[in-house]
């Protein structure tokens, strides 16, 4: 099994800037990609970006010049840190991690952590 445990989201002003981690636990042999996804009330949820194993990263376009997603492969960490928050940035984002498990024959994982609230108000 793998856990998934988000930090960071919470209230900020409009321009302002939050940093989220997410730490990926348990019984992993190989994580071949980490990412970031929101959902706003209301709507679908939605790709922010993502980073796999080769560092390669991909940004939705909302997200494209103020978020920057990195990765710290040795801890099963990812990280997003976003700048110039706006109001249409407000959700809540779910760290998703894929990968394969430390168990006989390898076999894929797709996980997802409980999400954290962003909120960007004056």
């Known amino acids: 099994q793998v856990q998934l445990v988000e930090s960071g989201g919470g209230l900020v002003q409009p321009g302002g800037s939050l940093r989220l981690s997410c730490v990926a636990s348990?019984?992993?042999?190989?994580?071949?990609?980490m990412g970031w996804y929101r959902q706003a009330p209301g709507k679908q949820r939605e790709l922010v970006a993502d980073v796999v194993s080769d560092g390669t990263t991909n940004y939705a376009d909302a997200a494209k010049g103020r978020f920057t997603i990195s990765r710290d492969s040795v801890k099963n960490t990812v990280y997003l840190q976003m700048n110039s928050l706006k109001s249409e940035d407000t959700a809540v984002y779910y760290c998703?991690?894929?990968?394969?498990?430390?168990?006989?024959?390898?076999?894929?994982?797709?996980?997802w952590g409980q999400g954290t609230q962003v909120t960007v108000s004056s």
């Open positions: 998703n991690t894929r990968g394969q498990l430390l168990r006989l024959y390898k076999p894929t994982f797709d996980s």
């Open positions: 348990g019984s992993i042999f190989r994580v071949t990609a």
